[in-house]
Nanobody, 125 residues
Framework: QVQLVESGGGLVQPGGSLRLSCAAS????????IGWFRQAPGKEREGVSA????????YYTDSVKGRFTISKDNAKNTTSLQMNNLKPEDTAVYYC??????????????????WGQGTQVTVSS
């Protein structure tokens, strides 16, 4: 079964840190674009960060630059999103995704084939 499973979400205070992980099974992440997306209630799903399958380039939406770091571990078939200096505006359900054709628009959801179920991140005092 092709599957992506996120973990690491939870409740954190503003300024705190959280590390999200995503484990792939049934397929190999290598040669796939990898993306992290988030969706808050009433808002559209937003691309947060991605790794291109073409050349490994990293992409970040402006609101998280300097605070979030994406990485992958091909040996473990996982991807992680390190989130530092979290803000209340970061509150959302976070999803990992993988796609063969996503590299051309890595922060756009249309090119992704596989999606995790999501993990809740809440930033609040």
């Amino acid at each position: 079964q092709v599957q992506l499973v996120e973990s690491g979400g939870g409740l954190v205070q503003p300024g705190g840190s959280l590390r999200l992980s995503c484990a792939a099974s049934g397929f190999t992440l290598d040669h796939y674009a990898i993306g992290w997306f988030r969706q808050a209630p009433g808002k559209e799903r937003e691309g947060v960060s991605a790794i291109s399958a073409i050349d490994g380039s990293l992409y970040y939406t402006d609101s998280v630059k300097g605070r979030f770091t994406i990485s992958k571990d091909n040996a473990k078939n996982t991807t992680s999103l390190q989130m530092n200096n979290l803000k209340p505006e970061d509150t959302a359900v976070y999803y990992c995704a993988a796609g063969k054709a996503a590299s051309i628009f890595p922060l756009h959801r249309g090119g992704y084939d596989y999606w995790g179920q999501g993990t809740q991140v809440t930033v609040s005092s």
